[in-house]
C-alpha cells in the first residue's frame, strides 16, 4: 500500500480486540509515505553519549549558565551572596531543570514502549519502538551529564511529576501521545534551544543540539497524530483530551516560574526560598524584569503555539494557555 493510505488507519490499536491478532502477518501492508521516511531518517542519526565527553568541563570558574539567567539570579538575595554562590545558584537552576527533563526523558522511554505495544500498524509499532529506543538514549546523556557537574539529580517537581505519573497510568493512547509527543516535547525543544543559546558549556551544548534533532522528529509525530487522528475519537475522548492538555500545560507552566516548585534549591545557599519568591514577584508587578523573563517563558510560549494550532483545543480552551502566559509575564 502506498502514501494514499489513510493516515488515520497508522494509528490504529489493538484495543477491543484479539491482541494475538499481531501474529496475523498475512494482513501487514507495507507503508511508504511520511512515517517511513521518519523510520528511515532516525536509523541515520544514530549517536552516543558516551562519545561526547561530558566528563569534560570547560567552564569551571564561570559557572554553566549567565547568573542573571533566570529571575531568581536577579533578585536582592541573589544580590547580596558572595559571587561564587550567585554562581552556584544559577547553576543550580540549571540542575533542577536538567533532572525534570530527566524524569520526563524516563516517562517517554515507559510511554513509548506502552504505544509500541498498542499500534497495531507495523509502521507505527517500529516509529514508536524506534523513539524508545532514543528515549533511552536521553536518559543516559542526561543520567551521566547530572552525575558528571552534581553527582545527583533533584526529584521531580510536584508538579510535573503528577503529570508524568497520570501519562504513565491512563489507559488513553490519545494522552499518552499528546502528553508525550506535543506537551513534554513541545517544552523540552524549547527549554533545549533556549538553554543551548546561553550555556557556556560546549558539552552541554553539543549533547543538547544530539537530543534536540531526536526530539524535533519526536513532536513531528505528536503534530501527524494529531493531524489525522483526533476527528476519529469520541466527542467524550475529545474532551477528556482537551482536559490533560490543559492540565499538562498547567504542569509545565509551573514546573518553569513557580519557585515553589524548585525551593530546594535555595536552603543549601542560604536562602529562604518564600522571600526569594516575594522578590521574583514584585519584579514582574513592577516588570523590573520584562525582557528576561520574557526570553525564559520561550518554551511556554512555543508550547501555547503549537496547542493553539493543534485543533485540540476549543476557541475557549486555547484562551486559557494566553492567560497562564499574561500572568508569567508580570500583572497578577
Ligand atoms: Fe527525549
Ligand atoms: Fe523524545
Redesign the pocket.
Known amino acids: 500500500m502506498g502514501s494514499d493510505f489513510p493516515a488515520s488507519a497508522l494509528f490504529r490499536t489493538l484495543d477491543g480486540g484479539d491482541p494475538g491478532a499481531i501474529l496475523d502477518v498475512a494482513h501487514y501492508a507495507a507503508e511508504d509515505g511520511e512515517l517511513s521516511r521518519m523510520i528511515r531518517a532516525a536509523r541515520a542519526r544514530a549517536w552516543d553519549p558516551a562519545e561526547l565527553g561530558l566528563e569534560r568541563r570547560a567552564a569551571e570558574a564561570e559557572g554553566i549558565m549567565p547568573e542573571g539567567w533566570f529571575p531568581e539570579g536577579r533578585t536582592p538575595s541573589a544580590a547580596a551572596l558572595p559571587p561564587a554562590l550567585r554562581r552556584r545558584l544559577s547553576d543550580e537552576v540549571l540542575r533542577w531543570l536538567l533532572s525534570g527533563i530527566l524524569a520526563?526523558?524516563q516517562a517517554?522511554?515507559t510511554i513509548c514502549s506502552q504505544l509500541c505495544a498498542r499500534f497495531a500498524h507495523p509502521a507505527a509499532r517500529a516509529f514508536a519502538a524506534g523513539q524508545a529506543a532514543?528515549?533511552a538514549?536521553?536518559?543516559e546523556a542526561f543520567t551521566r551529564y547530572i552525575d558528571a557537574r552534581w553527582g545527583a539529580p533533584y526529584p521531580v517537581g510536584e508538579a510535573f511529576g503528577a503529570y508524568l505519573r497520570d501519562l504513565i497510568a491512563t489507559p488513553s493512547v490519545a494522552e499518552k501521545l499528546v502528553g508525550i509527543s506535543l506537551i513534554v516535547?513541545g517544552f523540552?525543544m524549547g527549554a533545549f534551544a533556549n538553554i543551548h543559546g546561553h550555556t557556556r558549556d560546549p558539552a552541554l551544548r553539543a549533547m543538547l543540539a544530539q537530543?534536540m534533532r531526536?526530539?524535533a522528529a519526536?513532536h513531528q509525530f505528536g503534530l501527524m497524530w494529531a493531524e489525522h487522528a483526533p476527528s476519529e475519537l469520541p466527542p467524550a475522548e475529545r474532551s477528556t483530551l482537551a482536559r490533560s492538555v490543559l492540565r499538562g500545560f498547567r504542569a509545565l507552566y509551573l514546573n518553569l516560574v513557580s519557585i515553589r516548585q524548585r525551593r530546594a534549591i535555595f536552603a543549601p545557599l542560604g536562602l529562604d526560598w518564600r522571600n526569594v519568591r516575594a522578590e521574583v514577584r514584585a519584579a514582574r508587578a513592577d516588570h523590573a524584569a520584562p525582557r528576561g523573563l520574557e526570553e525564559n517563558i520561550n518554551p511556554l510560549v512555543l508550547l501555547a503555539r503549537t496547542l493553539g494550532k493543534s485543533g485540540l483545543l476549543s476557541p475557549g480552551e486555547a484562551r486559557t494557555l494566553d492567560l497562564f502566559l499574561a500572568r508569567a509575564a508580570g500583572g497578577a
Open positions: 520526563g526523558e517517554a522511554l532514543e528515549e538514549r536521553h536518559v516535547e523540552a537530543v531526536d526530539e519526536h
